[in-house]
Structures are given as C-alpha cells and as structure tokens.
C-alpha cells in the first residue's frame, strides 16, 4: 500500500485530529507537563513511549466524544492525557510480560532500560492517570476508567491462559480482547461523554461504541502480524507467531484444519518448534481456508455495530468522522 | 527476645486490633469478595500475599482513624483494603525488581508464579484498589491515595538510584523512603478521617502522624536487615546488604568511616563483591560507631513528631492506642 492510500484510508481520523487539533496539543502539554514533574528517567521513559509516533486515537475518542456536546473545557484533555497514561502504563508492562524489543518501529523501554525500570514506570503512569482523573472531580468517569484498567490486566491474564492453545474457543478470545483493548476504548469514549454532561443512554452509548470499536481494532492488529509490511506497524512481522499467541485467524484456522495441518498447528504454536518456512506454511493454510476473509468479516459486524451506536447523538460533522473513523480502520489490513 | 516480650511491645497495636476486630474482618471479607470476582489465577496470587501473615498496619491506620470519629460505616472499610490492595501490589512489583525469593518467610509470587503473574497481579491490585476507592464516592480520599501510590513509585526509582551508593546524602535516603513508605501510611490515615468528616485540620494531622510513623516504621526495617532474627520478619537476614541496597546505617556508618573502612563498603556495598565474613565485618564497624543507636535517636525523633500530631483529636482510647503504637514501633528492633 502506497503513502498515499494510507491517508486515504484514515481521511477520517486526519479530520476529526483537524478539528481537535487545539485539544490535542494542549493533551500532549498536559502530558509532558506531568512527566516533568517526575523524576528525570521517569521522564526518558515516558518520553519515549508518548513520543513513539502513537495516534493517540483513545485521547482523539475522549476529546471527540466531548466535542459532540461542544465540550472544549479543560476536563476532557485532563481525562484524554489520562487515558493515554493508562493506555501508555499497560504497553509498558505488555512488554516486559511479552519480553518484545520492538514496539512502533522503536526498541522498546524494556530493553533499553531493563524490565525493573518499566515495571516502575508503568506503575508510575498508571498511579499519575488517577491523580489527572481525580482533577475532573467526576466519580463517574473515574468509576469508568478505573474499571477498565480493571478488566486489562484481567484480559493480560487471560490472554497468557490462551496462549499457546490454538483450540481456543472463539468466544474466549474475544473475552480476552473485550478486557484487554476494548473496554479502555469503551471507557475512553464514555468518559468524555460523561465530563461533557451527556446522559445515561448516551454514555452507554459511547462505551458501546468504544467497545465495539475496540474489538474491531483488535482483530485487525491480530491480522496485520500475519499480513502486513512490518514498518507500517512498526511490530516485527510474525511477532504473535512466535510466540504461539492464539488470535483469530489461529482459532479460525484450528477449527477448519484437517489432521496434518491441526499437526503443524500443535509442533508451531503449542511446541514452539519453528522452523523458518513454517510462517510461510501458516499463511497457505489461512490462504487455503480463506481465513483473513472471515476475519474482515467478523471485524465489518462489530464495526456496523459500532456505528450503530452513534445514532442517539446529534448530526455534527464530529459524529461523521467517528462514524467513518470505524469504517475505515478495517482499511489498515489491506 | 522472647515471645511475651514481643506482645508486651505491640500492646497498642493488639489493643487496636481488639477495639475494630469487626471492621478488621469486614476489611479482609471485602479483600476475598473482590479476589474472587477476578479470574483463578489472580485469586491465587491475591491470597497468597494476603493470607501471608501481613500486619495489616495500613488498614488498621484508617480504620482506627476514622473510629476516632466513630465512624464504623462501611466507607472506612472499603478505603481500608484499597490500602491493603495498594500496598500488596507495590509489594509484588517489588519483589520482581527486587528479584527477592523470600516475604515474610513465604516464597516470593514471582518465584512461584513468575514475574509475568507477578506483575500482571500487581496491576490488577491496584487497578482494584481505584474501583473500591470510586465507591466511597469521596473524591479527596481518592486524591489522597492516587498522590500516595505516584509518590511510592516515584521512591521506588529513587531507591534504585541511590542504591550501591553508601555516600548518598541522609536527605536522599529520608526521602526516598517518605515517599516509598511513608506517603501510604501518611494516606491511609488521612483518608480514613475524610471519609470520617473529619475537618482539613484534622485530615492534615491525620497525615502527618502517618507520614512520620512510616518514617519510623522504615528505618526500624532496614535496622532489622542487621540485627535481626530471620524468623521474625521472615525475610532473610543481610538481604538488603547482599543488594548493596543504602539503608540508614549504611549512610551513617559511610560517614564516620576511616579511608580503610571506606574501602570495605565500596567493595561490598559498590561494587558487590563480598565474602562470607563481610556482613559480620560490616555490623563490627556498626557497633564501632554506635550505629544502631544513632538509628534508633532518629526513629524517636520521628515517633515523638508522630505523637504530636495526635493532639488534635479527641482524647478517646483509640488516640491512646495510636500513641502507645507509635512508641512500641521501636522496640520491634530490640
């Protein structure tokens, strides 16, 4: 895919960061104001994962959200730069749970400083994201927030019991991506609803679209492992592959696979035997059972559903762009 | 010393325990309540580290805080083991940047479950910690324990950087050990009088006898790393000095040392090199210095601030218990 297709695919995304543009920067000043306040590596760490190229498109939900009501206070940057702590804190320790070195293109914190220092600084983030939130005075989005960063590490846990298991029900593996991605986009989108005075329906609402969203996203960046230039995403091609990771396409590959191919799953995914062709040889067999098909279709329901959601809130030019922001992020698999 | 000796010294404490027994079970019924709402695993690390004979000091703190006012709602309780949640994970983070294998003569989780569980748990803990916080509805309570938990993460990357370093500054080490230790306990008072209406002057006295206990209650705990019966803590005797970690009489001991005895802490302390007869070396120049007596002046300086603190509030058996237990706080290192 050429550059030029890529911002075509995200039009959207690129609209609603123009139309935010002012509140996105005054998130990135809140951010590195909090950093700054900390210690100095601390700050380094922080530093390099905030400016690690992130779209920061769970503070873009927050502050969009807010903006539908006209919402341009200070609360919904506070909770956006939050949700990005949150969001940041949980990369941190993904990392050194996963033991990645690459993440955005860019070596990750925890080889450049070691698995004790993210370990802190995750929990430095997190901590500083409750004290942004508290600032809001809203129990609310805080309840919100706080039961997401809840469900994460509940879905982290869950993902490592699936790991290695490519006979992993589908609706386990979308259990573990509802926890562990979808519901921070959820909340992300709920409590800026909430500080911006929306009522109960539009909340739930906007988790729901969140949510859905979220899982979209999910499937998506489990299908680009398998089928993506590495530099796009930054992620090594086949990360998840060998680290036997059970995703989608795995669980829909599993069920369809005759005994060898069911072989070959369990010596490279449950084993860890690997041997070079063998990622090639996983992607015949998706190929064969046109598995990255009935991914898109599967991530097309949750998006339609996503967008559904958005019908209770008022016509703006705001609510277009997180209507097309859902259509087009299934483009990021082409 | 022996066993009625060790009661006699924690008279107050037990005296408290006695006083709020019902709301010190209601703490650990809410403990196991939101353990086993989460998924097995967590569970299992969850109570291995709750059941693992902690004191239960933090929580105590606050519910003797706000039965002072004769609070015996629910909200102290559920502050109360947001404290212990808090405290339990920093104490899993710890122990896998720590690389420890022994708490309170238990196995480390992460030597059990590995660092990944160790510090997956640790997050849900304290992810936890927020959603009971969000229920008492009391938005300075929450302020006051978010601050907390930044501050100890913020200590913890500071102890990291003076450790190996017996020449750091006393301010350095006072320090990191207000922030790692001493902040939680100057929070789990505090917030137990707020959700007590208790007004900003008591809330802040509240604090500052907390604060300055949790200094005292730190220094007795690197006292007790040299002089010290391993059963009694359950953590191995030395352990901070084979990390070369800069307690209190390091500093002290660093500063009255001769050119020769320097040598001795640089390559024990250092440089990490160390023989078996190094940590009896090490108490010789203490006891040469007076060291440990030095420490203990210093406890009581902070134990005396502590009971001034505690003028403010009414004269009620539970202040004489918090009195009586900041003055036996010392004797844990006789």
């Known amino acids: 895919m050429n550059k ?17 543009e002012k509140n996105l920067e005054a998130v990135d000043q809140e951010i590195i104001l909090r950093l700054n306040k900390s ?17 920061r498109l769970r503070p873009l939900l927050t502050l969009a959200m807010a903006a539908q009501f006209n919402d341009y206070s200070k609360n919904p940057i ?8 949150i969001h ?13 070195n690459l993440r955005r293109g860019n070596k990750t914190a925890n080889i450049i400083w070691g698995n004790e220092f993210s370990v802190l600084a995750g929990d430095f983030l997190f901590a500083q994201s409750f004290e942004l939130m508290v600032e809001t005075k809203s129990i609310d989005a805080l309840s919100s927030l706080a039961s997401a960063a809840c469900k994460i590490t509940q879905g982290e846990f869950q993902q490592m019991q699936i790991s290695n ?34 009522n109960i329906q539009q909340q739930n609402a906007a988790y729901d679209y969140g949510f859905n969203l979220g899982i979209a996203f999910q499937i998506i960046d489990d299908l680009m492992d398998f089928n993506n230039l590495p530099n796009k995403m930054g992620k090594n091609l086949g990360d998840d592959f060998k680290l036997g990771k059970t995703t ?11 005994a060898k191919e069911k072989q070959f799953w369990i010596k490279t995914l449950k084993e860890l035997n690997q041997e070079p062709h063998d990622f090639m040889n996983a992607i015949e067999i998706f190929n064969k ?11 097309q329901e949750f ?18 762009n997180l209507v097309g922001l859902a259509n087009e992020s299934i483009e990021r698999s082409n």
């Open 4 to 20: 030029l297709n890529t911002e075509n695919s995200e039009n959207s995304i690129l609209k609603l960061r123009q139309a935010l």
């Open 39 to 55: 210690i100095p590596l601390i700050k380094d760490i922080g530093k390099h994962l905030i400016n690690g190229s992130g779209k």
């Open 78 to 85: 506070i909770l956006a730069a939050a949700v990005e702590f």
């Open 88 to 100: 940041t804190a949980t990369l941190l320790h993904d990392d050194v749970v996963d033991e990645s």
């Open 165 to 198: 298991k490519p006979e992993t029900p589908e609706k386990d593996y979308f259990e573990v991506i509802g926890k562990k991605t979808a519901e921070l986009f959820g909340a992300s989108c709920k409590s800026g609803v909430i500080v911006a005075g929306g």
């Open 248 to 258: 989608l396409p795995v669980i829909l590959a599993w069920q369809k696979s005759n």
């Open 289 to 299: 059972y046109n598995i990255f098909e009935d991914c898109k279709k599967k991530t």
């Open 303 to 320: 998006i339609s559903l996503s967008i559904k959601y958005l019908e209770i809130f008022p016509d703006t030019e705001i609510k277009n």
